[in-house]
């Protein structure tokens, strides 16, 4: 990653700590959801401690408060958190961090850390977005589930407080900016389709998992037709470009090391 345009630390910690404690407070939803769908005060923290990653947790949860079999919850729990692997080897790639971190740093690979990290110039400053956002992030997530969770008895149906819509509201709030060019649209639109248009048909989780359907079924399609769309052209060139510039660096550093 190229040195070039450098970006104060500060303003890299003050983007990351709100990044942070806007998603971080939502915990609390999730703790009075989880807790209002049947789930203990330990399973519900354990949830948050273990698996950290809000889409996922919401889906589990939401699925057993409908009826839905244990094994297709978690399976569909599982498919969305599927997404952190792939960030992992992008995010890999920016941090080089040490092996020894890796295992930790890993807990920590989700939607926020990952938008926080790319929006990052230099090695530095994504280390610091980071490792901000995933302090932050990881210690309010867990502390406002279980106010949520020890509150949701005072609170009482969550439903009729509409806390049961949050999580997938919060999704979509982060989802959205993302959706850049025409195919990753496309992948969305599908997705809710599937997704919305099962869902009185098949049983609490199932639809999720054909939801996930949409990716290579659009990616078949824009690979017979080609990237026509000008914004799939333009996100092509800028990868290309970012992976040469990656690489270049990586020579450099390589002969600069030799040549001691």
Same mark, same amino acid.
């Given at each position: 990653?190229? *040195?070039?345009?450098?970006?104060?630390?500060?303003?890299?910690?003050? *983007?990351?700590?709100?990044?942070?404690?806007?998603?971080?407070?939502?915990?609390?939803?999730?703790?009075?959801?989880?807790?209002?769908?049947?789930?203990?005060?330990?399973?519900?923290?354990?949830?948050?401690?273990?698996?950290?990653?809000? $889409?996922?947790?919401? !889906? =589990?949860?939401? !699925?057993?408060?409908?009826?839905?079999?244990?094994?297709?919850?978690?399976?569909?729990?599982?498919? @969305?958190?599927?997404?952190?692997?792939?960030?992992?080897? +992008? =995010?890999?790639?920016? =941090? $080089? @961090? /040490?092996?020894?971190?890796? /295992?930790?740093?890993?807990?920590?690979?989700? *939607?926020?850390?990952?938008?926080?990290?790319? !929006?990052?110039?230099? +090695?530095?400053?994504?280390?610091?977005?980071?490792? #901000?956002?995933?302090?932050?992030?990881?210690?309010?997530?867990?502390?406002?589930?279980?106010?949520?969770?020890?509150?949701?008895?005072?609170?009482?149906?969550?439903?009729?407080?509409?806390?049961?819509?949050?999580? /997938?509201?919060?999704?979509? $709030?982060?989802?959205?900016?993302?959706?850049?060019?025409?195919?990753? +649209?496309?992948?969305?639109? @599908?997705? #809710?389709?599937?997704? @919305?248009?099962?869902?009185?048909?098949?049983?609490?989780? #199932?639809?999720?998992?054909?939801?996930?359907?949409?990716?290579?079924?659009?990616?078949?399609?824009?690979?017979? +037709?080609?990237?026509?769309?000008?914004? *799939?052209?333009?996100?092509?060139?800028?990868?290309?470009?970012?992976?040469?510039?990656?690489?270049?660096?990586?020579?450099?550093?390589?002969?600069?090391?030799?040549?001691?």
């Amino acid at each position: 990653m190229a *040195d070039g345009a450098a970006k104060p630390d500060a303003a890299v910690v003050r *983007d990351a700590l709100g990044v942070g404690v806007a998603v971080g407070l939502s915990g609390f939803a999730f703790g009075v959801t989880s807790a209002g769908g049947g789930l203990g005060l330990l399973q519900t923290c354990a949830l948050s401690l273990l698996v950290f990653t809000g $889409a996922s947790q919401f !889906a =589990l949860v939401g !699925a057993l408060a409908a009826g839905g079999n244990p094994y297709t919850a978690a399976a569909g729990a599982f498919f @969305l958190g599927v997404r952190n692997a792939f960030y992992g080897l +992008r =995010l890999s790639q920016l =941090l $080089a @961090l /040490p092996r020894a971190v890796r /295992p930790f740093a890993a807990q920590w690979v989700i *939607d926020e850390t990952t938008a926080v990290t790319l !929006a990052q110039p230099t +090695r530095r400053a994504a280390r610091i977005g980071f490792t #901000v956002t995933g302090v932050t992030l990881y210690m309010l997530w867990n502390l406002t589930t279980l106010l949520g969770a020890l509150g949701a008895k005072a609170i009482g149906d969550t439903r009729a407080w509409g806390l049961d819509a949050a999580g /997938p509201a919060v999704f979509l $709030a982060l989802l959205a900016p993302m959706l850049r060019t025409a195919t990753e +649209r496309a992948v969305a639109g @599908l997705a #809710v389709l599937l997704g @919305l248009g099962l869902l009185p048909v098949l049983p609490a989780g #199932v639809p999720v998992l054909v939801a996930a359907l949409a990716a290579p079924v659009a990616l078949f399609v824009s690979g017979r +037709r080609g990237p026509r769309d000008p914004q *799939d052209l333009d996100e092509i060139s800028k990868d290309r470009a970012k992976d040469t510039s990656e690489a270049e660096d990586k020579d450099e550093a390589k002969a600069m090391e030799e040549g001691r």
